[in-house]
């Protein structure tokens, strides 16, 4: 609601600005007015914000605005559909992820600040459970249940889409568990990990990334990339798998995350040529 909002705000903007009218007709809106105001959106700079929208940014403003104008069409509320002929132009970003190696620097980094420690923690936690921030910060030791293969297992339901999530625990995952069981932050907020703003989480992740040695922009959201890519792709786990850990409903969201290595595409080759050789023998064997 607040992103359709923020949406809202700049349609008004764009009315009064470029349009000089305070409101408009749904059955005015038309091609041109779509064009309008994706031109508006690109050459907007929001105030106080470090660079002006990006080219995905405007297309998801246009593709809320979309979402009521098509509510509007099947409702025939209008006879037509304004966007029938308008393509949404999409950027493709290269989603940051850790490598093996800065994972394992993050990992075994000593800090001497307390409060980067607990970061770090949470952030390596993430990568290990493919578990988002929000999801997190709500976990309690009723998440945590004993799995049909007799390990810890957290049980939980993304906060962003109401789906179930059941994952696993590896060895690293349950170690800060462990950590953090009786701290007396943890004590207080009944949760199984040390709560804390999202927006200072990431502050402090700049931090962490200078201390350990880490060039990459680092955020809290890398870490669900990191176990998509890192931690369960690279190892071979199938990506219906990927997708069941993190809560998706379709695997085009989780291929989003999912990058294939390149040493993983070499070791599945490797694989191959020794199948191929291995039936090229018998064939010449069987031949003999």
Same mark, same amino acid.
């Given at each position: 609601?607040?992103?359709?909002?923020?949406?809202?705000?700049?349609?008004?903007?764009?009315?009064?600005?470029?349009?000089?009218?305070?409101?408009?007709? %749904?059955?005015?809106?038309?091609?041109?007015?779509?064009?309008?105001?994706?031109?508006?959106?690109?050459? $907007?700079?929001?105030?106080?914000?470090?660079?002006?929208?990006?080219?995905?940014?405007?297309?998801?403003?246009?593709?809320?605005?979309?979402?009521?104008?098509?509510?509007? $069409?099947?409702?025939?509320?209008?006879?037509?559909?304004?966007?029938?002929?308008?393509?949404?132009?999409?950027?493709?970003?290269?989603?940051?992820?850790?490598?093996?190696?800065?994972?394992?620097?993050?990992?075994?980094?000593?800090?001497?600040?307390?409060? &980067?420690?607990?970061?770090?923690?949470?952030?390596?936690?993430?990568? $290990?459970?493919?578990?988002?921030?929000?999801?997190?910060?709500?976990?309690?030791?009723?998440? %945590?249940?004993?799995?049909?293969?007799?390990?810890?297992?957290?049980?939980?339901?993304?906060?962003?889409?109401?789906?179930?999530?059941?994952?696993?625990?590896?060895?690293? *995952?349950?170690?800060?568990?462990?950590?953090?069981?009786?701290?007396?932050?943890?004590?207080?907020?009944?949760?199984?990990?040390?709560?804390?703003?999202?927006?200072?989480?990431?502050?402090?992740?700049?931090?962490?990334?200078?201390?350990?040695?880490?060039?990459?922009? &680092?955020?809290?959201?890398? *870490?669900?990339?990191?176990?998509?890519?890192?931690?369960?792709?690279?190892?071979?786990?199938?990506?219906?798998?990927?997708?069941? %850990?993190?809560?998706?409903?379709?695997?085009?969201?989780?291929?989003?995350?999912?990058?294939?290595?390149?040493?993983?595409?070499?070791?599945?080759?490797?694989?191959?040529?020794?199948?191929?050789?291995?039936?090229?023998?018998?064939?010449?064997?069987?031949?003999?």
């Amino acid at each position: 609601m607040r992103n359709f909002g923020v949406t809202e705000n700049y349609l008004n903007k764009f009315l009064n600005k470029v349009k000089k009218i305070t409101d408009i007709y %749904l059955k005015e809106l038309d091609y041109k007015f779509l064009c309008d105001f994706e031109n508006y959106l690109a050459n $907007y700079w929001p105030v106080g914000h470090p660079k002006a929208l990006s080219q995905n940014t405007i297309m998801k403003h246009i593709q809320r605005l979309r979402k009521m104008v098509t509510l509007a $069409y099947h409702m025939e509320w209008i006879p037509r559909d304004p966007f029938v002929r308008w393509k949404p132009v999409y950027e493709k970003k290269q989603r940051e992820f850790l490598s093996e190696n800065e994972l394992l620097n993050m990992e075994t980094f000593e800090f001497s600040i307390e409060r &980067l420690e607990r970061v770090r923690d949470l952030f390596v936690f993430s990568c $290990y459970t493919g578990i988002s921030y929000v999801d997190i910060m709500n976990l309690t030791e009723e998440n %945590l249940v004993l799995g049909m293969d007799g390990g810890n297992w957290i049980y939980t339901k993304r906060q962003k889409t109401k789906s179930a999530v059941k994952v696993p625990l590896l060895g690293k *995952a349950e170690e800060i568990i462990s950590k953090y069981e009786g701290h007396p932050m943890t004590e207080i907020t009944g949760t199984l990990l040390p709560v804390i703003t999202k927006e200072k989480l990431n502050v402090y992740l700049k931090e962490v990334a200078h201390f350990v040695g880490i060039k990459k922009n &680092l955020t809290f959201h890398m *870490a669900r990339h990191t176990f998509a890519t890192t931690i369960t792709l690279s190892n071979g786990v199938p990506i219906e798998t990927v997708s069941k %850990l993190l809560g998706h409903s379709k695997i085009a969201t989780t291929q989003i995350y999912a990058r294939v290595l390149e040493h993983k595409v070499s070791n599945d080759m490797d694989i191959l040529k020794n199948k191929l050789l291995k039936n090229k023998n018998e064939r010449i064997k069987k031949a003999d």
